[in-house]
């Protein structure tokens, strides 16, 4: 006997309506295009909400032991991210009062023909000082919209930005210490303990393989954005890898090993950072040899301005703009949408600053009639990659969500 038929398809109708109905009675208005909004989507208007964290005015507190914290989208609207701004990803206790005179960093491992040790004075004057825009993302931003539900913190949108760092080429560094022809990854070291405050345990220790490492823009940094970098933030030393996990960009930076094999370290195994590596059911469980360590950032936008929930008065048109990355690539476009996917607007698409530094934006949209509206950001690749409309193939740690973002909008 066959299942379905007129009147469960009737049955389904009402059940839609119905729905639509009460989330406009929560919104306070009609949505409009609703009958093109996806099933079960829930109006991103009633899924916002905010808490103040101390030190970094505006940030949400996802997590105090270890601290983690993101930027709401209408906080990232500068085209350098300034240090109040940037999300915060730790794994462990920050070093107390650390100092920049006394701090070294020592290079070694397997496949380093002389393991040398530097202080920051040392860095600064045996190599060139570059700055350099990079967009830094926690590989688990987007994790909050992962169902069933993932582990870790539940990441919105915020855990991403795009500061000026002021350091010296990984590069330099380790080829003034010499790569012996069998290197395969670097790995680093910090400073910051064991939430168990464990001598013997890493809070941890990952890295990138070579070809990562001798990039141009591949970074040892002790500034951010023309000053020292914020304790928050790895000072008085960090690697800074744009484009990659953030995960990759150790703070309190105190060793890098030249490693012949890929690195071990904690949050290297298990599902650390990795990803399946073909598509998978919703809740599986995936053999870790079936695993893959995630390297380059997929695509992916924000809108940052205006603020979501913005109330917009009809006739008018209304100026949108925000970022656009693309991990080890660039974005070539970005299109906006009002009714939810069914047509898109063009934008005006600005070039990266160097490369790993994501690009703005710009568009305009009006809209037909009052009511509720959301409005849709889609950037592409230069490979020809767009970001999904919603939620991405799901996977155990809930990484690399790169759906579009959307803002809501009541025109009145």
């Known amino acids: 006997m066959k299942s379905g038929g007129p009147k469960q398809t009737d049955r389904q109708n009402l059940s839609r309506r119905r729905f639509v109905k009460a989330m406009g009675v929560a919104l306070g208005t009609n949505i409009i295009f609703a009958h093109w909004m996806p099933e079960g989507l829930t109006p991103v208007a009633l899924a916002q909400s905010n808490q103040p964290i101390p030190g970094k ?72 000082t570059v700055e350099l825009a990079l967009t830094l993302e926690c590989g688990g931003n987007g994790r909050a919209d992962y169902y069933p539900p993932a582990s870790g913190n539940q990441w919105t949108t915020g855990a991403v930005g795009c500061p000026k760092w002021t350091g010296v080429r990984l590069k330099d560094v380790l080829g003034d210490c010499g790569m012996k022809e069998d290197a395969v990854y670097i790995a680093y070291h910090s400073a910051d303990a064991h939430l168990s405050q464990d001598p013997s345990k890493d809070a941890i220790s990952r890295g990138v393989p070579i070809a990562k490492a001798v990039e141009e823009e591949s970074m040892i940094a002790w500034g951010m954005n023309g000053e020292p970098l914020p304790s928050h933030h790895g000072f008085p030393l960090r690697l800074v890898f744009g484009g990659w996990p953030g995960s990759t960009s150790g703070k309190w930076l105190k060793q890098i090993d030249i490693r012949n094999v890929v690195h071990d370290g904690t949050k290297m195994t298990g599902t650390s950072y990795r990803v399946p590596k073909y598509p998978v059911k919703a809740g599986a469980e995936v053999p870790e040899e079936d695993m893959g360590i995630i390297e380059s950032m997929p695509v992916k936008s924000l809108i940052t301005f205006p603020r979501s929930g913005l109330k917009h008065a009809t006739g008018k048109s209304l100026k949108l703009n925000g970022h656009a990355w693309a991990g080890d690539l660039e974005v070539s476009s970005l299109a906006v949408s009002i009714d939810f996917g069914q047509t898109w607007v063009s934008a005006d698409l600005g070039r990266p600053v160097n490369r790993h530094a994501w690009q703005q934006w710009s568009a305009e949209v009006s809209f037909p009639k009052k009511g509720y509206y959301e409005v849709w950001a889609r950037a592409v690749d230069s490979e020809g990659t767009s970001q999904p409309m919603l939620v991405p193939g799901w996977n155990p740690k809930g990484y690399l969500n790169n759906s579009c973002h959307r803002i809501a909008v009541y025109v009145s």
């Open 57 to 128: 005015e505006g940030l949400t507190l996802l997590n105090d032991r270890p601290l983690n914290a993101e930027t709401p989208a209408h906080l990232l609207n500068d085209v350098f991210t300034p240090a109040n701004r940037l999300f915060v990803r730790n794994n462990g206790l920050p070093p107390a009062n650390p100092k920049a005179d006394n701090w070294t960093l020592t290079i070694g491992g397997e496949s380093v023909q002389s393991g040398k040790t530097y202080t920051i004075k040392e860095l600064k004057q045996k190599f060139e």
